[in-house]
């Protein structure tokens, strides 16, 4: 709900049209804000809420008209009744949809991670701010398939999942989401559109042909699989976060508790990737390129860097490491 | 949108559709309520075991295979019951698709469609309660088909009984349903009613089930007899006739044709006179059940027809369209009148008619009788002293009569109930030159004294004879009544035999007469409810001079302030049955006592640190980190058994905090 109520409170009288324009202003502003991007949280109120019937609900409605007609026309009391009892439960429904959005906050909208032609995942946090519990919240996107619908308890909170489609690189603005209930009988679906005023970061599309990663000095079938290239060293302890394939499962076995093989290597592989070294016709091309080289290198395990030119990232690797640099790539330009 | 149907779904679904279709699967033929119940159970089957779906070709079997069994057996799809037939057995098929959502929403709210349509051939007060279930369910299956269109699961299996799972699915639609009564209420109450019907009714909804029918062969009201169901009921307004005053006049039959009596078209023509009604006229009001046929029942004489009914010369009422609801009628009888002093020429033939070389034996005894006794009257006494006092017996167990009925029933059978008497004795007085007809109509009734009310039940059929007298014009005579007077004063029931077995049990026609002032009740307050009826009640509040727009806005207004605080409660019942509210109101419950006993929560604390907390204040902090502990282990930990919800409800209610140290000092 918006807050400008709050505000001014003008004390001209002989100014004649003055407050009504500024009254009018006022519930522009207000108007614009609630269709306008706004930053989470936000919480729904009457006037975010829209209510209509299903496709489903107009033909229960035709149906309920037959019904009615009929038993006017027979005057038949309990048809009659029939009618009008379900005719009370459609209205019911309405209602409940409506306050089942009624006070709902998004608490955040969480962009995931996504390539270029990927579809990028979104988390909207959902608070109950009334005590009472909500069901079946459905978040959708224009064009965007319909994620699940998810239970709110009341007084907590859930995610609602949905997906938008990528097609370039770059930052990109949040589309509108479409909340929406058709609890409890699908006859009515209560929505309310929320903008949130965020910007998601998307990553360049991996080229699908790349030429080989230029290693220093060797080639790549000898500095191929990390792990099988590094002199075994021996065994340790099995600790959280040691990957699964590094355990040592016979000797576990012997020991009776999980032991994991160490590696030693000796010298790491540290490259550079260049721009400029990517083949490509356009920019796009080429930092298309260079993603796949990242991605390479990223499995690979090497040390690596870039050099964009304006932006560069020293070389590291690792998980951080690698969302760095696709960043960078993402974001170039 | 997910478009699949979850297996509990499916089975609500199924459910929802077996009982709205109950009433209309007793009232068709058993195979084919066979055909449909299995087709139910089939696709419950096939949820429940996941086995294989049908192909397009069975289905395609199955929907016109069910399409070809109704119009063999309907010969129509038209008319009602054919019609709603066609219905059930279309949905049955169509539950043998419902593998999407949509399909399981066109079942469900067709569910709403088969209730509403059930009425169109019994408003019984039992139905009642089917409307409620019925309705109640379909709601619960539309709510779980879109619980599974927003793909959240059903409820996690906590370790409920069967029967409590079951339950809460149908928790839900059940909640909706009573939420709405009252709203159905109002809206039944105030929604304006036609007057009149817009188009007519399709004939044929009792499924050959009718009342009296406007021919009479021997038999013929036999299958009547058996039938208990109300025919009407009256009401009379001051004066009630003596009980052998109560012959319900129906049609009145003048042809013969050896076999069969029938009426005459000449009978249409309008009374040359009526009677004009004095002190001693009967007025009442009677309410008929749906008889499919155009016939009123009123006691001797009616003065006048009711609206939409006409009198004919033979003083019957009759109406313009079949009776097919519940309908109510005035009526005043003046039974102190003559009907037609003069006998016209063609009507004297009529009456006096006997098919050629019939009944050889009967015409020899009236022609003994009539040189004994040229009176009329004398002979009709003498005729009803013969039946009084030979072997003549009363009883709804006798064989059907051959070509010379009269004959075989006056000298060789001997036993019949009123069909016979009266057939036999207008064959006799025709014979013996007296202008005779037949009436047919209802004897009697059951006064049901605490409501006020005669209750004429279909076994209350009766058929009489009128003979014409000079001087007097048409005379009632009763043979039945020479013959058994107890028929007269108990009803056909006392000539069904004990044997009747648990049917006729007395506890249970008792049983069935105290129900039928239930219905009685329901008949007048809520069937009964017309466009005239609301008018009358809308004055009573002083509704009934406003004009159209301001009543719909007194509609609407009362429908918002039925409907808008409901929801709120529902909301407030759906959260009291909510287990984790109930968690949450159980340890809500046990902050405010330890507020009370001086621990202040503090913001940002743990359930858990606030019970270590209390421990320096309290005695019995320890049985308080138990609860705390179970609290937190429901709310946070894995599904648990709802016993459990329960039992940590009991206890922390019953906990009270104990404090340590309470110094009187401290207390000041």
């Given at each position: 709900?918006?807050?400008?109520?709050?505000?001014?409170?003008?004390?001209?009288?002989?100014?004649?049209?003055?407050?009504?324009?500024?009254?009018?202003?006022?519930?522009?502003?207000?108007?614009?804000?609630?269709?306008?991007?706004?930053?989470?949280?936000?919480?729904?109120?009457?006037?975010?809420?829209?209510?209509?019937?299903?496709?489903?609900?107009?033909?229960?409605?035709?149906?309920?008209?037959?019904?009615?007609?009929?038993s006017l026309?027979f005057n038949n009391n309990l048809g009659l009744f029939t009618?009008?009892?379900?005719?009370?439960?459609?209205?019911?429904?309405?209602?409940?949809?409506?306050?089942?959005?009624?006070?709902?906050?998004?608490?955040?909208?969480?962009?995931?991670?996504?390539?270029?032609?990927?579809?990028?995942?979104?988390?909207?946090?959902?608070?109950?701010?009334?005590?009472?519990?909500?069901?079946?919240?459905?978040?959708?996107?224009?064009?965007?398939?319909?994620?699940?619908?998810?239970?709110?308890?009341?007084?907590?909170?859930?995610?609602?999942?949905?997906?938008?489609?990528?097609?370039?690189?770059?930052?990109?603005?949040?589309?509108?989401?479409?909340?929406?209930?058709?609890?409890?009988?699908?006859?009515?679906?209560?929505?309310?559109?929320?903008?949130?005023?965020?910007?998601?970061?998307?990553?360049?599309?991996?080229?699908?042909?790349?030429?080989?990663?230029?290693?220093?000095?060797?080639?790549?079938?000898?500095?191929?699989?990390?792990?099988?290239?590094?002199?075994?060293?021996?065994?340790?302890?099995?600790?959280?976060?040691?990957?699964?394939?590094?355990?040592?499962?016979?000797?576990?076995?012997?020991?009776?508790?999980?032991?994991?093989?160490?590696?030693?290597?000796?010298?790491?592989?540290?490259?550079?990737?260049?721009?400029?070294?990517?083949?490509?016709?356009?920019?796009?091309?080429?930092?298309?390129?260079?993603?796949?080289?990242?991605?390479?290198?990223?499995?690979?395990?090497?040390?690596?860097?870039?050099?964009?030119?304006?932006?560069?990232?020293?070389?590291?690797?690792?998980?951080?490491?690698?969302?760095?640099?696709?960043?960078?790539?993402?974001?170039?330009? | 949108?997910?478009?699949?149907?979850?297996?509990?779904?499916?089975?609500?679904?199924?459910?929802?559709?077996?009982?709205?279709?109950?009433?209309?699967?007793?009232?068709?033929?058993?195979?084919?309520?066979?055909?449909?119940?299995?087709?139910?159970?089939?696709?419950?089957?096939?949820?429940?075991?996941?086995?294989?779906?049908?192909?397009?070709?069975?289905?395609?079997?199955?929907?016109?295979?069910?399409?070809?069994?109704?119009?063999?057996?309907?010969?129509?799809?038209?008319?009602?019951?054919?019609?709603?037939?066609?219905?059930?057995?279309?949905?049955?098929?169509?539950?043998?698709?419902?593998?999407?959502?949509?399909?399981?929403?066109?079942?469900?709210?067709?569910?709403?469609?088969?209730?509403?349509?059930q009425f169109l051939f019994s408003q019984q007060l039992l139905l009642f309660?089917?409307l409620?279930?019925?309705?109640?369910?379909?709601?619960?299956?539309?709510?779980?088909?879109?619980?599974?269109?927003?793909?959240?699961?059903?409820?996690?299996?906590?370790?409920?009984?069967?029967?409590?799972?079951?339950?809460?699915?149908?928790?839900?639609?059940?909640?909706?349903?009573?939420?709405?009564?009252?709203?159905?209420?109002?809206?039944f109450t105030?929604?304006?009613r036609?007057?009149?019907?817009?188009?007519?009714?399709?004939?044929?909804?009792?499924?050959?089930?009718?009342?009296?029918?406007?021919?009479?062969?021997?038999?013929?009201?036999?299958?009547?007899?058996?039938?208990?169901?109300p025919?009407f009921r009256?009401?009379?307004?001051?004066?009630?006739?003596?009980?052998?005053?109560?012959?319900?006049?129906?049609?009145?039959?003048?042809?013969?044709?050896?076999?069969?009596?029938?009426?005459?078209?000449?009978?249409?023509?309008?009374?040359?006179?009526?009677?004009?009604?004095?002190?001693?006229?009967?007025?009442?009001s009677v309410q008929l059940e749906p008889?499919?046929?155009?016939?009123?029942?009123?006691?001797?004489?009616?003065?006048?027809?009711?609206?939409?009914?006409?009198?004919?010369?033979?003083?019957?009422?009759?109406?313009?369209?079949?009776v097919t609801t519940l309908m109510s009628?005035?009526?005043?009888?003046?039974?102190?009148?003559?009907?037609?002093?003069?006998?016209?020429?063609?009507?004297?033939?009529?009456?006096?008619?006997?098919?050629?070389?019939?009944?050889?034996?009967?015409?020899?005894?009236?022609?003994?009788?009539?040189?004994?006794?040229?009176?009329?009257?004398?002979?009709?006494?003498?005729?009803?002293?013969?039946?009084?006092?030979?072997?003549?017996?009363?009883?709804?167990?006798?064989?059907?009569?051959?070509?010379?009925?009269?004959?075989?029933?006056?000298?060789?059978?001997?036993?019949?109930?009123?069909?016979?008497?009266?057939?036999?004795?207008?064959?006799?007085?025709?014979?013996?030159?007296?202008?005779?007809?037949?009436?047919?109509?209802?004897?009697?009734?059951?006064?049901?004294?605490?409501?006020?009310?005669?209750?004429?039940?279909?076994?209350?059929?009766?058929?009489?004879?009128?003979?014409?007298?000079?001087?007097?014009?048409?005379?009632?005579?009763?043979?039945?009544?020479?013959?058994?007077?107890?028929?007269?004063?108990?009803?056909?029931?006392?000539?069904?035999?004990?044997?009747?077995?648990?049917?006729?049990?007395?506890?249970?026609?008792?049983?069935?007469?105290?129900?039928d002032?239930l219905q009685n009740l329901w008949n007048k307050s809520i069937l009964g409810f017309d466009a005239q009826r609301q008018?009358?009640?809308?004055?009573?509040?002083?509704?009934?001079?406003?004009?159209?727009?301001?009543?719909?806005?007194?509609?609407?207004?009362?429908?918002?302030?039925?409907?808008?605080?409901?929801?709120?409660?529902?909301?407030?019942?759906?959260?009291?049955?909510?287990?984790?509210?109930?968690?949450?109101?159980?340890?809500?419950?046990?902050?405010?006592?330890?507020?009370?006993?001086?621990?202040?929560?503090?913001?940002?604390?743990?359930?858990?640190?606030?019970?270590?907390?209390?421990?320096?204040?309290?005695?019995?902090?320890?049985?308080?980190?138990?609860?705390?502990?179970?609290?937190?282990?429901?709310?946070?930990?894995?599904?648990?058994?709802?016993?459990?919800?329960?039992?940590?409800?009991?206890?922390?209610?019953?906990?009270?905090?104990?404090?340590?140290?309470?110094?009187?000092?401290?207390?000041?």
């Amino acid at each position: 709900m918006s807050s400008s109520r709050s505000s001014t409170k003008r004390a001209f009288p002989e100014a004649g049209l003055a407050p009504l324009i500024d009254a009018l202003q006022r519930r522009l502003d207000g108007w614009i804000r609630r269709r306008g991007p706004v930053h989470p949280p936000f919480t729904l109120g009457y006037r975010q809420i829209y209510i209509l019937p299903t496709r489903f609900g107009w033909l229960v409605g035709l149906l309920l008209f037959a019904m009615l007609l009929g038993s006017l026309n027979f005057n038949n009391n309990l048809g009659l009744f029939t009618t009008f009892l379900v005719s009370g439960i459609g209205l019911l429904s309405m209602h409940i949809a409506h306050r089942n959005l009624d006070g709902v906050r998004i608490a955040a909208v969480s962009p995931g991670q996504a390539f270029a032609g990927e579809l990028l995942p979104l988390a909207i946090t959902l608070q109950d701010t009334r005590g009472r519990g909500r069901s079946g919240l459905v978040a959708k996107i224009r064009g965007g398939d319909t994620a699940s619908g998810s239970d709110l308890p009341s007084s907590a909170s859930a995610d609602l999942k949905v997906s938008i489609a990528t097609e370039q690189r770059g930052w990109r603005e949040l589309p509108r989401i479409r909340l929406r209930t058709r609890h409890p009988i699908g006859w009515f679906e209560a929505w309310s559109w929320f903008w949130p005023a965020q910007r998601v970061l998307v990553w360049p599309r991996p080229a699908e042909h790349a030429p080989p990663l230029i290693t220093r000095g060797n080639s790549d079938d000898h500095s191929q699989a990390g792990d099988e290239s590094d002199e075994f060293h021996g065994l340790r302890d099995w600790r959280e976060g040691d990957p699964l394939h590094r355990i040592a499962w016979k000797a576990s076995q012997r020991h009776q508790h999980l032991l994991a093989r160490q590696f030693t290597r000796p010298e790491r592989e540290r490259i550079v990737l260049r721009l400029t070294d990517a083949p490509g016709r356009t920019l796009e091309e080429r930092i298309s390129i260079m993603t796949r080289w990242v991605l390479e290198a990223d499995r690979r395990d090497l040390d690596y860097g870039l050099e964009l030119g304006s932006t560069n990232v020293p070389s590291g690797r690792g998980e951080a490491h690698r969302v760095s640099c696709l960043d960078a790539l993402a974001a170039y330009g | 949108m997910n478009q699949t149907l979850s297996s509990p779904t499916v089975l609500l679904v199924v459910a929802a559709f077996l009982v709205a279709a109950l009433p209309h699967l007793t009232a068709m033929p058993g195979w084919l309520a066979l055909a449909i119940v299995g087709a139910a159970v089939w696709r419950a089957l096939i949820a429940l075991l996941d086995l294989r779906r049908p192909g397009w070709l069975v289905r395609s079997a199955l929907t016109f295979g069910g399409l070809a069994l109704v119009i063999l057996h309907y010969g129509t799809f038209w008319g009602r019951r054919a019609a709603t037939v066609l219905l059930c057995v279309m949905v049955a098929a169509k539950l043998s698709e419902m593998f999407r959502l949509r399909d399981a929403r066109v079942v469900a709210t067709l569910g709403y469609f088969l209730i509403a349509t059930q009425f169109l051939f019994s408003q019984q007060l039992l139905l009642f309660g089917y409307l409620l279930v019925g309705c109640a369910l379909v709601t619960a299956a539309l709510v779980r088909i879109q619980r599974d269109a927003d793909e959240i699961s059903p409820p996690a299996d906590d370790g409920a009984p069967d029967g409590i799972r079951v339950a809460r699915l149908a928790r839900d639609g059940t909640m909706l349903m009573l939420m709405a009564i009252p709203f159905a209420l109002v809206m039944f109450t105030l929604f304006p009613r036609l007057g009149s019907p817009l188009w007519g009714m399709p004939e044929n909804a009792l499924d050959g089930r009718t009342g009296l029918s406007d021919e009479m062969s021997p038999g013929t009201i036999a299958n009547l007899f058996a039938d208990d169901s109300p025919a009407f009921r009256a009401e009379f307004d001051g004066l009630v006739p003596p009980r052998d005053q109560l012959y319900w006049r129906g049609p009145v039959l003048w042809r013969f044709d050896g076999r069969t009596w029938s009426r005459l078209f000449y009978s249409n023509r309008a009374p040359e006179r009526t009677p004009r009604p004095n002190d001693g006229a009967f007025a009442y009001s009677v309410q008929l059940e749906p008889s499919e046929r155009r016939w009123l029942f009123a006691l001797d004489y009616p003065v006048g027809a009711p609206a939409d009914a006409r009198l004919s010369a033979d003083f019957e009422l009759i109406r313009k369209r079949p009776v097919t609801t519940l309908m109510s009628y005035d009526v005043i009888s003046q039974p102190d009148f003559r009907d037609a002093p003069e006998l016209q020429q063609t009507l004297r033939r009529i009456a006096l008619h006997l098919p050629d070389s019939s009944n050889p034996r009967t015409r020899q005894r009236a022609e003994e009788l009539r040189r004994r006794y040229p009176d009329d009257e004398a002979l009709i006494d003498a005729v009803l002293a013969w039946f009084n006092q030979e072997e003549f017996f009363y009883s709804l167990e006798t064989v059907p009569l051959g070509r010379h009925g009269a004959d075989e029933f006056l000298f060789d059978l001997r036993v019949g109930y009123c069909e016979y008497y009266a057939s036999a004795f207008v064959v006799l007085m025709r014979a013996a030159g007296i202008p005779a007809r037949i009436v047919t109509g209802y004897q009697g009734g059951l006064w049901q004294p605490s409501d006020g009310y005669l209750l004429v039940r279909q076994s209350d059929a009766h058929a009489w004879a009128e003979v014409w007298l000079e001087g007097r014009g048409w005379t009632r005579v009763d043979p039945t009544a020479a013959v058994s007077p107890t028929r007269i004063d108990q009803g056909a029931r006392s000539a069904l035999s004990d044997g009747a077995g648990w049917f006729g049990a007395e506890w249970l026609y008792q049983l069935r007469n105290q129900y039928d002032r239930l219905q009685n009740l329901w008949n007048k307050s809520i069937l009964g409810f017309d466009a005239q009826r609301q008018r009358d009640f809308l004055a009573r509040i002083g509704l009934d001079d406003l004009p159209t727009g301001a009543r719909a806005a007194v509609l609407v207004a009362l429908a918002a302030i039925v409907l808008v605080p409901l929801v709120f409660l529902a909301q407030g019942l759906a959260r009291l049955v909510r287990k984790t509210d109930r968690l949450d109101r159980g340890w809500q419950r046990l902050r405010r006592r330890l507020q009370r006993a001086g621990v202040q929560p503090r913001s940002g604390e743990t359930p858990l640190e606030l019970a270590a907390r209390s421990t320096d204040r309290l005695t019995n902090a320890d049985e308080l980190i138990t609860l705390t502990e179970k609290y937190c282990r429901l709310k946070y930990g894995p599904a648990t058994a709802i016993e459990e919800f329960d039992r940590f409800e009991a206890e922390s209610a019953a906990w009270r905090p104990s404090r340590l140290n309470q110094s009187p000092l401290k207390q000041s």
